[in-house]
């Protein structure tokens, strides 16, 4: 095989940086917010599925995502990095969802610290091969894992840890991200050979879809395309983030982003099926402002206002399935109803929720989708608390610049007694030094110490103002 470089079709790029990826924004909050459902009210034999036309696969329409999963003391283990993993609350998960039609598993030996293969593999190795997919990734981000004798043992190691001879799709894990995402295409796949590499395993078996996530770069995505295109690469499937806010607004709400609605015509017109992250937004969709609720409430009672985000990503024809990563069991019952038949959003909804959508943006609130991929941050400081807590207050009405106005000094002390509740003194924006070292983590690409340094000037803003009444 001919191996392919990006220097060769789309020019030179600068040195690349190395991106520590501590689990793909495949499904980041993919939670509903509903209240508790009892396990009869959950259909069994009804479950939505679509054909994957390379092999025949019947796939599930909800996919488990595995990056969430519950450890011990029932937090979830992005909220408790250090805990353990309940093995055993897994396991009467994945026997759920298996028994409820769901057989889409997305895993990555990234994911929980490294552990999420392991307790997948521990899960599902106790049923029969043939009844559930295993999805992982070739998460090759740091450059001491670029060597092709790295990123095989890579692959061989979630063999292992997922108690398979063959993983039934493997992606490309997070292309296009960092600020060279060509060049780091090149070190992680191209140059040395892991590309070429993994089609002579989907050749013998070992894989049996190959893909990629595409996370910024347009540049990456489309020459990807283009290989397909050019007969030098066959891609399965690839996984992209869809939902309503990012069909039109992706750009919008950051520039370096890529509108879903291009991304999924691509994939569309080539025949390529999709995989869908972020169909929540990293939970911001289920935790959309009261007046929106209202307005969905309005329309449909008896629909959450996650089940909305679920249904719309899962209407296009073109998916294949729709990643959330559920870590309680309320959680993954309520979606499992959500595809238990899927109710296909109609021209009216869809009209519907791009006016949901544009009202979201013009609230302008900054693109965090609390995936703490910035996190640790070496001075201490809680990013993602910061700016939930900054967006909250612009979703409720609390951020008021203009002294005169009568609702201001109301709000003005629900930001800062809310700020502080919700955010240690110590671990407040006035104390970034603007290293830098988030900005290159984040998926949403966010300027984080730009965006640290706005909060800390509002709240100092706010201060002043308290001082002077």
Known sequence: MS?????????????????ALAACDNNNGETSTSGAIAEADVPKDKMTYRTNPNTGDRVSLLGYGMMRLPVEGGESGRENADAAIDQELVNKEVDFALAHGVNYFDTSPAYCQGRSEHATGIALSRHPRDKYLIATKLSNFDPATWPLEQGQQMFYNSLKELQVDY??????????????????????????????????????????????????????????????????????????????LDWKHAKEINPRNTNAEYLYAELEKRGIPAVIMEPLLGGRLAKVPDSIVTEMKRRDPGSSVAAWAFRYAGTPGGVLTVLSGMTYMDHLMENIITYSP?????????????????KMVAMNTIPCNDCKYCMPCPYGIDIPAIFVHYNKCINDGNLINDENDSGY?????????????????????????????????????????????????????????????
Request: hydrophobic share 35%; proline share 3%.
């Open 3 to 19: 191996r392919r470089h990006f220097f060769k079709v789309a020019g030179g790029a600068a040195v690349a940086t190395g991106v």
């Open 409 to 469: 000094r109301a709000a003005r002390r629900a930001f800062l007694v809310g700020y502080d509740r919700s955010v240690p003194k110590l671990r407040q924006s006035n104390h970034c030094i603007a290293c830098g070292q988030c900005a290159s983590h984040c998926p949403q690409r966010i300027d984080i110490p730009k965006e640290l340094r706005r909060i800390d000037d509002f709240v100092e803003q706010l201060k002043q103002s308290d001082r002077k009444d």
């Open 167 to 244: 993983v039934d799709y493997l992606l490309l894990h997070g292309v296009g991200m960092g600020d060279n995402g060509p060049e780091e295409f090149d070190h992680r796949y191209a140059e040395n050979g892991l590309l070429d590499w993994l089609v002579e395993q989907k050749e013998a078996g070992k894989i049996r879809n190959l893909g990629f996530s595409y996370h910024g770069d347009i540049a990456v995505f489309d020459t990807l395309l283009q290989w397909h295109d050019e007969g030098d690469y066959h891609w399965d499937f690839v996984q992209i983030e869809l939902n309503y």
């Open 342 to 358: 899927l109710k296909p959003i109609s021209k009216e909804e869809n009209e519907f929720l791009e006016r949901i959508a544009d």
